[in-house]
C-alpha cells in the first residue's frame, strides 16, 4: 500500500452570507494500491464526508462535494520531508508577514498548552 495526498473541492452555500457560494479546498491523505484506486478512495471520502455535513447541518447550509482535483503519491515518509508547497503574492507582504507571525504564535500556545495537559 502506498500514501497519496489528494485535493477535495466542496461547494457550500448558506443564504445568510453576502457571498453565498464558497468552496473548500481539503487536503487528505489516502493510502491506496496505486493511483486510481487512492483517486477513487478520495471520491468516496469527499460523498461520505458530504452525507455527514448533510445530516449534521442544523442550519441551512447546502454542502456538496465537487470533486478529486490533485493526486500526489507520497514516495517517502521520513522526518521533514515536503508535502506541500503553495506560493501566494499577499497584495500587503507586511501585513502578511504579521499574519503568519500571529498564527505560528497562536500555534505554539495551543501546543504548549496541549503538552503541559497531557502531564
Known amino acids: 500500500m502506498e500514501w497519496f495526498l489528494a485535493k477535495l473541492i466542496y461547494r457550500f452555500q448558506s443564504p445568510s452570507e453576502p457571498d453565498p457560494v464558497q468552496f473548500d479546498e481539503q487536503l ?9 484506486h487512492a483517486f477513487h478512495k478520495a471520491q468516496q471520502i469527499g ?3 458530504q452525507l455527514i455535513a448533510d445530516a449534521q447541518t442544523i442550519h441551512q447550509i447546502n454542502w456538496h462535494f465537487i470533486d478529486v482535483t490533485e493526486l ?3 514516495n517517502n515518509m ?17 501585513r ?8 505560528a504564535g497562536y500555534l505554539l500556545s495551543n501546543c504548549t498548552d496541549q503538552f503541559l495537559q497531557a502531564l
Open 72 to 74: 500526489y503519491k507520497l
Open 96 to 103: 502578511y508577514q504579521q499574519e503568519v507571525r500571529l498564527k
Open 78 to 94: 521520513i522526518d521533514g520531508a515536503e508535502v506541500l508547497s503553495q506560493i501566494c503574492l499577499p497584495a500587503d507582504s507586511m
Open 28 to 36: 487528505r491523505l489516502v493510502q491506496a494500491d496505486d493511483a486510481l
Open 47 to 49: 460523498h461520505q464526508e
